[in-house]
């Protein structure tokens, strides 16, 4: 307009591009005081499942002596993990190709479903006052989360501007992976009923089920132990206490490191074996078994003796991804915690095994569940990039047991359910006999 | 059509990112609808036009509203067909004429907001509906000669801001989510108006002062200059001079004084009648679009009879072009050197005698005619200049205040010694002439201690009484009158300076006239009708002089003339307010604006002067311009990538204290809560409690207020103490151990 106002010596395109250009200054003004002065509490509730939403509560407050107008509040995804630059509000195009492919209108994604960054637009709030928004956010991975960010942001009320405010509100969100109610793990039924599983295999420490003793009931305690006759003579609840509540432990090893291929699948491997780990725990803690479970960071084991199933999740929630080697080294680095005897659920992804090395680092009769996870099927791209081999081979190749002590092998593939693939392993060894699926 | 075709059509067509907001339609409908009338004032569009396309656009908008959610397939087929047909129109009127493609550029957009107002369903064609409006609006906005023009400005943008409200609304509304509840107030339609007037009071008043100081650069014109975009053009029928004001006018000058018409310039004639006495009106008589300000000149008059000019009887010479403009070519024996040009343009707002007015001296012309005429006394339009009538000229000058006063070069007489005729003056006068010019003085500076005299001595006043009959008109004003206006001062100045061989000539035409920031017009009306004085200076050529007093050549103040036009524009505001204004009120409020204007001129004078001695400030400024926004944005990288630092106090001691106990072997795990590790670590330090601790750095971490300093106080003071328990814990562990250990390793 100011060429043509130069060209056409009109003194009124002058004025006009001055007028322009004011809107954009006032618009670029306005934006930047809108942001300022406001203040944001997130409230939600500090655990979840993985699967389940989690409902926020995002109070807002205006400190300043004018209302603000049209302002986006944009809640972060706590999962992200791009760097967080400042949000700009854009629609969802298409490319061109996806275009001409299908021309329909691009969906919108809720964050109640599919995650992401939630965005509310809060028409007014006025001065030294506030509002309330609650929304629901689904899709959030195992994990823990803290301060993630959430941005106030505004376009200076006519949209010539733009400016945006971050905030981060005190915020811890610990995401517990999801687990199945067992009915039923071989490995940790053979310390119940030993007369089920091969002779060779059972524990030493007693003979059956038989306790001896009744105490008071514990928070945790399953049901069934309940000794119903005592609690009605005592009028409070007392549960048997087995002999072998104070005997072999479980020790569940959780493979969390990193061999080849994205990180980021490897992330979704490790979610899964938390879920199978989660499962397990969940099982032998609630049938009256002391659990430890097992991980590396770097080169150091990191044990957790299970004082309780929820601190079992937490610590699974916390799990991470390590740079690390083979299984064979990590039961190497487990051997001063496994005592004989003892019961091992190993939870690794299917890769080929040194079997003999592995066993080497087992204590002598510790028994072996492996559980497999095969991470072509939690792949992002569903590639076999890196794998050189699939979990067919892996589990085929342990069909002869390949050492003694090795009790049974599960496989679980992505979209397979859980409790199937624990309470029915692929393999149990036993009369020299594995028995299939 | 297969039906794979048909889906994936319709599916192309399918509404989507439809725009039900009412108030949005309305607000583009309004901004459309003003822009589509300002065209009509401009003269741009014919009434029957603006009017059938406004009633047009309003049903298209009506409809497109009704059927947004129909994929009106024939509505887009017919509306593509008759866009190429008003495309080809365009092109074919472009190709036609021109010179100006402007008038068929605004009929293209016209006919484009009346087709497109009929397919209107998402926001951004309501957007792209309000971006064509601003360029309707900008193209009446160069047609436009008066400042009226910016009522229609406000009115658009009082249009033009709700619409952007309610199209930014939307579109958050759209890329947002609906929040499962929310305790945001709505907002009231009472508040959406008082806030859209703030802000459009805010945008208005920041424009003004955008537009106040922003520069008007004068590079100029793509291919030509604007002459009477409407009007046909005429065949020369020979020159007969003709003042519309005094259509019986004589060639010579009457025995008795000229009768005088309020309502025109007796100037503009064959000859100029000193005894003529009277006032004019008020009435516009043109607007000039200018680079530079310069006095418009319209006829020079070469020869004095003692009450009268009159110009000599003579053919005027004829120019005639086929292909525009023309080229005025002068005496060869009177160079002329300039360093400025000027580029003018005239929009006539009154009927004016067939002179052709230009600053002087006119080298290009463009005028709306196959012929001019060109003689001693300037250039002549073969008809009289109606209103409408448009033509630019560009003129090459000296700035006055550049001549140097020491110039010596007296004249050689040859074809300027009708400039130096005078019949037989009296001895006082002559006397005059010697005396106030300086013994030895180069010939502009005799000339210049004339005008210091005339300014000086006398006084300007359009009360003058009759001149006597026979009496010669200078020497009655010098010696009885003493006082004059403009006619009288030029006729002594130029008899003065002839008396002392300095040729001059006495021109008549309009001073300057006010110029209106707004339009960038100069508005000149009747009453600006002047005379002045224009002598020769040898090496330079004609320069014109301002004998009159209260009145001064407008020149380009300290360099910054038409750039910048804040100090005009102050200047208007404080000429328009004050005539609201009380007389007291009037003269107090005209200091200071006055007193403003030119402490803000001589801040930016100050400031160019300073960059044209200091060349290098320029680069340091430059530099830092370039370098602040550099370093704003890399404080806000680093603020970006910096972890959040916290500040808060009670965090900050609990961080420092899990870092203390961390390196004592008390190694908090991820997945623990703080009163889970404490506890633990509670559990192995015999005696220690915690709780009280923990439950001040949970109310600081979670709570929604600050602790009190004493709370915070004393949650530092109890974590202090409990790491010298745990320290001494662990020192007491550690001696044990090293005394196990010498006990089986003796």
Same mark, same amino acid.
């Given at each position: 307009m100011v060429l043509i106002g130069v060209n056409a010596q009109s003194g009124w395109l002058f004025w006009l591009a001055g007028m322009l250009l004011a809107a954009v200054l006032v618009s670029w003004f306005i934006s930047l005081l809108e942001v300022r002065r406001l203040s944001l509490i997130r409230r939600h509730r500090p655990e979840i499942d993985e699967e389940e939403p989690l409902r926020v509560v995002l109070d807002i407050h205006n400190g300043g002596r004018f209302s603000r107008n049209l302002i986006a509040v944009i809640d972060e995804d706590p999962a992200a993990t791009e760097p967080r630059r400042r949000p700009r509000l854009k629609a969802k195009r298409k490319s061109l190709r996806e275009h001409l492919q299908d021309p329909s209108p691009p969906e919108k994604e809720s964050p109640v479903s599919s995650g992401g960054r939630a965005a509310f637009l809060v028409s007014r709030i006025a001065a030294e006052g506030g509002a309330s928004l609650t929304y629901q956010r689904g899709g959030l991975r195992r994990g823990i989360y803290e301060d993630w960010p959430c941005f106030f942001y505004s376009e200076g009320i006519i949209g010539l501007a733009r400016h945006t405010s971050r905030m981060h509100p005190a915020s811890r969100l610990v995401v517990l992976p999801h687990y199945a109610e067992l009915g039923s793990f071989p490995l940790v039924d053979s310390f119940l009923h030993p007369h089920k599983t091969p002779r060779e295999y059972s524990s030493k420490k007693g003979a059956g089920i038989d306790y001896y003793g009744v105490r008071e009931f514990?928070?945790?305690?399953?049901?069934? $132990?309940?000794?119903?006759?005592?609690?009605?003579?005592?009028?409070?609840? +007392?549960?048997?206490?087995?002999?072998?509540?104070?005997?072999?432990?479980?020790?569940?090893?959780?493979?969390?490191?990193?061999?080849?291929?994205?990180?980021?699948?490897?992330?979704? /491997?490790?979610?899964?074996?938390?879920?199978?780990?989660?499962?397990?725990?969940?099982?032998?803690?609630?049938?009256? $078994?002391?659990?430890?479970?097992?991980?590396?960071?770097?080169?150091?084991?990191?044990?957790?003796? +299970?004082?309780?199933?929820?601190?079992?999740?937490?610590?699974?929630?916390?799990?991470?991804?390590?740079?690390?080697?083979?299984?064979?080294?990590?039961?190497?680095?487990?051997?001063?915690? /496994?005592? %004989?005897?003892?019961?091992?659920?190993?939870?690794?992804?299917?890769?080929?095994?040194?079997?003999?090395?592995?066993?080497?680092?087992?204590?002598?009769?510790?028994?072996?569940?492996?559980? /497999? +996870?095969?991470?072509?099927?939690?792949?992002?791209?569903?590639?076999?990039?890196?794998?050189?081999?699939? %979990?067919?081979?892996? +589990?085929?190749?342990?069909?002869?047991?390949?050492?003694?002590?090795?009790?049974?092998?599960?496989?679980?593939?992505?979209?397979?359910? /859980?409790?199937?693939?624990?309470?029915? %392993?692929?393999?149990?060894?036993?009369d020299s006999t594995p028995r299939g699926r | 059509m297969s039906g794979k075709t048909l889906d994936y059509l319709r599916r192309l067509n399918a509404p989507r990112e439809i725009e039900d907001s009412r108030p949005l339609r309305i607000a583009v409908w309004a901004a459309v609808v003003i822009s589509v009338f300002s065209l009509a004032p401009q003269g741009v569009s014919s009434q029957a036009l603006v009017l059938s396309s406004v009633v047009l656009i309003s049903l298209g908008s009506y409809l497109s509203w009704r059927r947004r959610y129909h994929s009106n397939l024939v509505f887009k087929a017919v509306i593509m067909l008759l866009t190429v047909a008003a495309l080809v129109s365009f092109l074919r009127q472009v190709s036609m004429q021109p010179y100006d493609p402007r008038i068929p550029l605004a009929e293209l957009f016209v006919w484009v907001q009346v087709l497109h107002s009929f397919d209107l369903p998402r926001g951004k064609d309501l957007l792209l509906s309000l971006v064509s409006s601003l360029i309707l609006l900008a193209l009446a906005g160069s047609f436009s000669l008066s400042a009226s023009f910016g009522l229609i400005v406000l009115l658009w943008l009082a249009a033009a801001i709700p619409a952007l409200y309610f199209i930014q609304q939307s579109r958050l509304r759209s890329l947002s989510r609906e929040p499962e509840r929310s305790s945001a107030p709505r907002t009231s339609a009472r508040y959406i108006a008082v806030m859209l007037v703030v802000l459009m009071v805010l945008v208005s008043l920041s424009g003004l002062a955008v537009g106040a100081f922003m520069p008007r650069i004068s590079t100029n014109y793509l291919r030509s200059l604007p002459y009477s975009i409407r009007r046909a053009f005429f065949s020369s029928g020979g020159y007969d001079f003709s003042n519309p004001g005094y259509p019986n006018l004589p060639s010579r000058p009457p025995d008795s004084a000229l009768e005088m018409n309020p309502e025109a310039y007796f100037g503009f004639g064959t000859f100029l009648d000193l005894r003529v006495r009277g006032t004019m009106v008020d009435l516009p008589v043109m607007k000039v679009r200018s680079t530079d300000p310069a006095y418009w000149s319209g006829l020079s008059f070469q020869e004095y009879n003692g009450y009268a000019w009159v110009n000599p009887e003579e053919e005027p010479d004829e120019l005639k072009v086929s292909v525009q403009p023309f080229a005025i070519g002068y005496d060869a024996s009177q160079p002329h050197s300039s360093k400025r040009t000027i580029v003018q343009t005239y929009y006539l707002q009154a009927e004016q005698p067939n002179v052709i007015f230009a600053a002087w001296r006119p080298e290009v012309l463009y005028y709306p005619s196959d012929a001019v005429y060109q003689d001693s006394s300037g250039l002549k339009s073969p008809f009289t200049l109606d209103d409408g009538l448009v033509y630019s000229v560009i003129s090459r000058d000296m700035v006055s205040s550049e001549i140097p006063a020491s110039v010596s070069l007296e004249v050689k007489e040859g074809t300027l010694l009708p400039y130096l005729e005078l019949p037989q003056m009296t001895d006082r006068v002559l006397e005059l002439a010697d005396e106030i010019t300086p013994s030895g003085a180069g010939p502009y500076a005799r000339a210049l201690a004339i005008e210091e005299f005339l300014e000086n001595e006398y006084e300007y006043s359009l009360d003058v009484p009759p001149l006597p009959a026979g009496a010669d008109a200078v020497d009655y004003f010098l010696f009885e009158q003493r006082r004059g206006y403009c006619e009288h001062f030029a006729t002594a100045y130029a008899v003065l300076c002839r008396l002392v061989s300095v040729p001059a000539r006495v021109v008549t035409g309009y001073a300057t006239g006010d110029y209106n920031p707004f339009t960038g017009l100069y508005?000149?009306?009747?009453?600006?009708?002047?005379?002045?004085?224009?002598?020769?200076?040898?090496?330079?050529?004609?320069?014109?002089?301002?004998?009159?007093?209260?009145?001064?050549?407008?020149?380009?103040?300290?360099?910054?003339?038409?750039?910048?036009?804040?100090?005009?524009?102050?200047?208007?505001?404080?000429?328009?307010?004050?005539?609201?204004?009380?007389?007291?009120?009037?003269?107090?409020?005209?200091?200071?604006?006055?007193?403003?204007?030119?402490?803000?001129?001589?801040?930016?004078?100050?400031?160019?002067?300073?960059? !044209?001695?200091?060349?290098?400030?320029?680069?340091?400024?430059?530099?830092?311009?370039?370098?602040?926004?550099?370093?704003?944005?890399?404080?806000?990288?680093?603020?970006?990538?910096?972890?959040?630092?916290? &500040?808060?106090?009670?965090?900050?001691?609990?961080?420092?204290?899990?870092?203390?106990? !961390?390196?004592?072997?008390?190694?908090?795990?991820?997945? &623990?809560?703080?009163?889970?590790?404490?506890?633990?670590?509670?559990?192995?330090?015999?005696?220690?409690?915690? !709780?009280?601790?923990?439950?001040?750095?949970?109310?600081? =971490?979670?709570? =929604?207020?600050?602790?009190?300093?004493?709370?915070?106080?004393?949650?530092?003071?109890?974590?202090?103490?409990?790491?010298? &328990?745990?320290?001494?814990?662990?020192?007491?562990?550690?001696? =044990?151990?090293d005394r196990k250990g010498e006990e089986t390793n003796p």
């Open positions: 514990r928070s945790g305690d399953p049901l069934r $132990h309940v000794h119903w006759k005592t609690t009605a003579r005592r009028g409070e609840l +007392v549960v048997r206490e087995f002999e072998r509540e104070t005997g072999t432990p479980l020790v569940v090893l959780v493979d969390n490191r990193v061999r080849g291929g994205p990180r980021a699948d490897f992330s979704t /491997l490790l979610d899964a074996e938390a879920r199978l780990a989660a499962s397990v725990v969940h099982y032998a803690h609630y049938a009256g $078994h002391p659990v430890t479970l097992a991980a590396f960071r770097g080169e150091v084991p990191e044990l957790y003796d +299970v004082p309780g199933f929820r601190a079992a999740l937490r610590w699974l929630a916390a799990l991470q991804p390590s740079s690390g080697s083979g299984l064979e080294e990590q039961a190497e680095g487990l051997w001063p915690e /496994l005592s %004989p005897g003892c019961f091992f659920c190993c939870i690794t992804p299917a890769r080929s095994l040194d079997s003999g090395r592995f066993a080497a680092a087992l204590p002598h009769m510790c028994h072996t569940a492996l559980v /497999l +996870v095969d991470p072509l099927s939690h792949n992002g791209n569903g590639s076999s990039r890196g794998a050189g081999f699939s %979990p067919e081979q892996v +589990v085929s190749g342990l069909a002869e047991a390949p050492f003694a002590g090795l009790f049974s092998v599960s496989l679980y593939r992505k979209g397979d359910d /859980l409790r199937k693939c624990l309470e029915k %392993p692929l393999i149990i060894y036993g | 508005e000149v009306s009747l009453d600006d009708a002047h005379a002045w004085v224009e002598i020769y200076v040898e090496g330079i050529g004609w320069v014109t002089r301002e004998p009159t007093p209260s009145f001064s050549l407008p020149e380009a103040s300290q360099g910054i003339g038409a750039l910048w036009i804040f100090r005009d524009f102050f200047s208007w505001v404080g000429r328009n307010l004050s005539a609201l204004l009380p007389g007291s009120l009037r003269s107090a409020l005209k200091a200071g604006f006055t007193a403003v204007a030119s402490a803000a001129s001589a801040l930016v004078s100050g400031f160019l002067y300073s960059l !044209s001695e200091a060349p290098w400030l320029l680069f340091v400024l430059v530099l830092v311009i370039l370098l602040l926004p550099l370093a704003w944005a890399a404080r806000k990288l680093r603020r970006a990538k910096a972890p959040p630092q916290t &500040q808060n106090g009670p965090l900050l001691a609990m961080r420092d204290f899990l870092a203390a106990l !961390s390196s004592l072997g008390f190694e908090r795990g991820r997945s &623990q809560t703080a009163g889970e590790f404490l506890g633990g670590v509670c559990a192995v330090v015999p005696g220690l409690n915690l !709780s009280g601790e923990l439950l001040l750095f949970e109310r600081a =971490r979670y709570g =929604r207020r600050p602790l009190p300093e004493d709370d915070v106080r004393r949650l530092r003071q109890g974590l202090a103490v409990a790491l010298v &328990q745990v320290r001494l814990r662990a020192k007491d562990r550690s001696a =044990r151990h």
